[in-house]
């Protein structure tokens, strides 16, 4: 079996478009690596190395101890990273990132007898004293059939979020056809950033909101509601939003939704447990039938008006 450990620093485009294409062209089964997951020694007799753009400090003893075991050594880049004057222009932060984990260990890579792939042929006949091979780019599988969750709170939910996002890391382990969806600060996309299949949109105004829920791309709206004293004037008008964005929703059994939804009938009312919201996210994205029941009845009650 040819095998080989791709390293980088998380999924990542240089990886899905380039390097695991041509790795698995080349009959390759792969191990994707983050910077921070060091096999042992051994575990790397007779196969590939391939980094990706970047050089983990971590990794250089490992690969400089058994280089003699290692089938094949392969540095990739798709960015000009060996030169400073070609990223000088770039912030300062990103110019270090990139000198520290690229520029300086070119010679460590040539000492080590790597070989280069490169992305484009202006970086192939830049650096032709390297011998690189141009790897060309594939398209990337794009999933279907993804289930959409948003809970579009503002600055005043951030008590909401936090109590979320335990049960958001849950369903998207359980279920890898799902993305979520919050508007949230700099504070907020900093809280969630790690957590792979989570977007963050800036806060936007009034009109920029209305047709964003237009858009048609959204499954299930969340409404979850602490006890809390500036909780209690709130009224349902997210049971408004989550209709016009075409979703079922979740709400919070709590005054502003209690006398508005009708559990199981135009939405879901749930005590504020994680447990209990978890279970009923599962649920609803495996059972399009009944997601699309429910929404259908929320959406006779929002036009005749009877909540």
Same mark, same amino acid.
């Given at each position: 079996?040819?095998?080989a450990?791709?390293?980088?620093?998380g999924?990542?485009?240089?990886?899905?478009?380039?390097? &695991? /294409? =041509?790795?698995?062209?080349?009959?390759?089964?792969?191990? !994707?690596?983050?910077?921070?997951? +060091?096999?042992?020694?051994? #575990?790397?007799?007779?196969?590939?190395?391939?980094?990706?753009?970047? &050089? /983990? =400090?971590?990794?250089?003893?490992?690969?400089?101890?058994? !280089?003699?075991?290692?089938?094949? +050594?392969i540095f990739?880049? #798709?960015?000009?990273?060996f030169?400073?004057?070609?990223?000088?222009?770039? /912030?300062?932060r990103y110019?270090?990132?990139?000198?520290?984990?690229?520029?300086?260990?070119?010679?460590?890579?040539?000492?080590?007898?790597?070989?280069?792939?490169?992305?484009?042929?202006?970086?192939?006949?830049?650096?032709?004293?390297?011998?690189?091979?141009?790897?060309s780019?594939?398209?990337?599988?794009?999933?279907?059939?993804?289930?959409?969750?948003?809970?579009?709170?503002?600055?005043?939910?951030?008590?909401?979020?936090?109590?979320?996002?335990?049960?958001?890391?849950?369903?998207?382990?359980?279920?890898p056809?799902?993305r979520?969806?919050?508007?949230?600060?700099?504070?907020?996309?900093?809280?969630?950033?790690?957590v792979?299949?989570?977007?963050?949109?800036?806060?936007?105004?009034?009109?920029?909101?209305?047709?964003?829920?237009?858009?048609?791309?959204?499954?299930?709206?969340?409404?979850?509601?602490?006890?809390?004293s500036?909780?209690?004037?709130?009224?349902?008008?997210?049971?408004?939003?989550i209709?016009s964005?075409?979703a079922?929703?979740l709400?919070?059994?709590?005054?502003?939704?209690?006398?508005?939804?009708?559990h199981?009938?135009?939405?879901?009312?749930?005590a504020?447990?994680?447990?209990?919201?978890?279970?009923?996210?599962?649920?609803?994205?495996?059972?399009?039938?009944?997601?699309?029941?429910?929404?259908?009845?929320?959406?006779?009650?929002c036009?005749?008006?009877?909540?």
């Amino acid at each position: 079996m040819k095998l080989a450990y791709v390293v980088e620093q998380g999924e990542n485009p240089s990886s899905d478009f380039f390097v &695991i /294409p =041509k790795l698995i062209s080349m009959g390759y089964e792969v191990t !994707r690596c983050r910077h921070d997951q +060091l096999p042992c020694p051994e #575990d790397l007799n007779g196969h590939a190395v391939v980094f990706v753009r970047y &050089i /983990p =400090k971590r990794w250089k003893p490992l690969i400089t101890n058994s !280089r003699t075991s290692i089938s094949e +050594l392969i540095f990739f880049m #798709d960015d000009d990273l060996f030169s400073f004057t070609a990223f000088k222009g770039m /912030p300062l932060r990103y110019q270090w990132k990139i000198f520290r984990n690229a520029l300086m260990h070119k010679g460590w890579l040539a000492q080590m007898k790597a070989s280069f792939w490169m992305s484009t042929p202006y970086l192939v006949t830049k650096y032709a004293s390297l011998q690189p091979s141009l790897i060309s780019a594939q398209p990337v599988e794009v999933p279907i059939g993804v289930t959409t969750i948003f809970y579009h709170g503002s600055a005043s939910h951030i008590a909401e979020m936090n109590w979320l996002l335990p049960i958001i890391k849950k369903v998207l382990v359980q279920r890898p056809n799902v993305r979520f969806e919050l508007i949230g600060n700099p504070a907020v996309y900093k809280k969630f950033r790690a957590v792979d299949r989570v977007h963050v949109l800036m806060p936007m105004n009034w009109v920029s909101y209305k047709s964003l829920l237009c858009t048609g791309n959204y499954d299930i709206g969340l409404a979850p509601l602490l006890d809390n004293s500036f909780n209690s004037a709130r009224s349902h008008t997210k049971f408004f939003d989550i209709t016009s964005a075409g979703a079922v929703g979740l709400y919070a059994n709590h005054p502003a939704y209690s006398d508005v939804i009708n559990h199981e009938e135009n939405g879901f009312l749930l005590a504020m447990d994680e447990a209990v919201w978890e279970k009923t996210l599962l649920s609803l994205i495996d059972d399009q039938p009944l997601r699309k029941s429910i929404y259908n009845q929320a959406l006779i009650d929002c036009k005749r008006g009877s909540v």
